[in-house]
T-cell receptor, first 112, second 115 residues
Framework: QKEVEQDPGPLSVPEGAIVSLNCTYS??????FMWYRQYSRKGPELLMYTYSSGNKEDGRFTAQVDKSSKYISLFIRDSQPSDSATYLC????????????FGSGTQLTVLP | KAGVTQTPRYLIKTRGQQVTLSCSPISGHRSVSWYQQTPGQGLQFLFEYFSETQRNKGNFPGRFSGRQFSNSRSEMNVSTLELGDSALYLC??????????????FGPGTRLTVL
């Protein structure tokens, strides 16, 4: 079993829809939670960064973390065609060995 | 502030050759990490360098190596290339001061094709 499991998609939604992207994890040592967006042939771009359970909002994006269930989500409101990309969750432990462990990514297409 | 830069952006090599990829971090960032991204395995951590020292290493064979220079620039080397080494190689930098804020910022990657 992988440390981080991400819904594989692909996901296709109409413009204006609410999108929900999810990851589950098994390692309780993960303390920091990130969502990256990656456009085709580009490097990942940091979207959201949280280090506690609860919700964090930034514009149309909301990151949700439930440490008790080991479940994280990214919600995109009023989705736009420009949101079409691959979304990767990334988790990080605390301490000296703080490398990122990525989910496999969900490919999202927002249709105009 | 300029982002992470990687050179070259595209590279074609044949099996058995070796390759060196370069990464310049964001100014002031002292940590550089390397990742391999493939459709089958996703993003996998290769290694991280900080102050010219490797501080963390992923589960890759010894053919994959790296180094960091005093100006924080980093290079990654892959020797005896195999077809399976075809991938997007990503470099990421971070300041590495406060673990609550020192997130990683990625470069555009070098796409390596091994024929």
């Amino acid at each position: 079993q992988k440390e981080v499991e991400q819904d594989p998609g692909p996901l296709s939604v109409p413009e204006g829809a609410i999108v929900s992207l999810n990851c589950t994890y098994s390692n309780s040592a993960f303390q920091y939670f990130m969502w990256y967006r990656q456009y085709s042939r580009k490097g990942p771009e940091l979207l959201m960064y949280t280090y506690s359970s609860g919700n964090k909002e930034d514009g149309r994006f909301t990151a949700q973390v439930d440490k008790s269930s080991k479940y994280i989500s990214l919600f995109i409101r009023d989705s736009q065609p420009s949101d079409s990309a691959t979304y990767l969750c990334a988790l990080q432990t605390s301490g000296s060995a703080r490398q990122l462990t990525f989910g496999s990514g969900t490919q999202l297409t927002v249709l105009p | 502030k300029a982002g992470v830069t990687q050179t070259p952006r595209y590279l074609i090599k044949t099996r058995g050759q070796q390759v060196t990829l370069s990464c310049s971090p964001i100014s002031g960032h002292r940590s550089v990490s390397w990742y391999q991204q493939t459709p089958g395995q996703g993003l996998q951590f290769l290694f991280e360098y900080f102050s010219e020292t490797q501080r963390n290493k992923g589960n890759f064979p010894g053919r994959f190596s790296g180094r960091q220079f005093s100006n924080s620039r980093s290079e990654m080397n892959v020797s005896t290339l195999e077809l399976g080494d075809s991938a997007l190689y990503l470099c990421a930098s971070r300041f590495l001061r406060d673990q609550r804020t020192d997130t990683q910022y990625f470069g555009p990657g070098t796409r390596l094709t091994v024929l």
